[in-house]
């Protein structure tokens, strides 16, 4: 994910899959993360869902991921089975097709 940061920063367009799928298991909400800001390790890029109908593309704190926890308590957790099989593009547009991240 560092590495796609970098690439971004030096103004390189690239389009990478996913490397890694969050989600709150009791709250509906999911994170398609592709890179981390170079600058500000806090900081990663990729879709996001909050359960809303409206995922978008942007930012997000890794520290205020790791301090969410859904109506049962759970903490955000990582998709250790995902494996991202096509560019970030393609999951925005399949999310925004269907309201909502479908991976």
């Not at 989600?23 to 806090?42: N, S, V």
């Not at 969410?68 to 494996?83: K, S, Y």
């Amino acid at each position: 994910m560092l590495e796609h940061g970098r690439a971004s920063a030096a103004g390189r367009h690239h389009d990478p899959a996913p490397v890694v799928k969050l989600f709150t298991p009791d709250a509906g909400a999911t994170w398609l993360l592709t890179e981390i800001d170079p600058m500000d390790h806090d900081r990663a890029f990729g879709l996001c869902d909050l359960g809303l109908g409206e995922p978008q593309l942007g930012y997000v704190s890794l520290g205020e991921l790791s301090a969410i926890c859904g109506a049962l308590g759970l903490p955000v957790e990582r998709d250790a089975a995902f494996t991202g099989d096509k560019p970030l593009s393609g999951y925005a547009l399949d999310a925004s097709r269907a309201g909502r991240i479908t991976a």
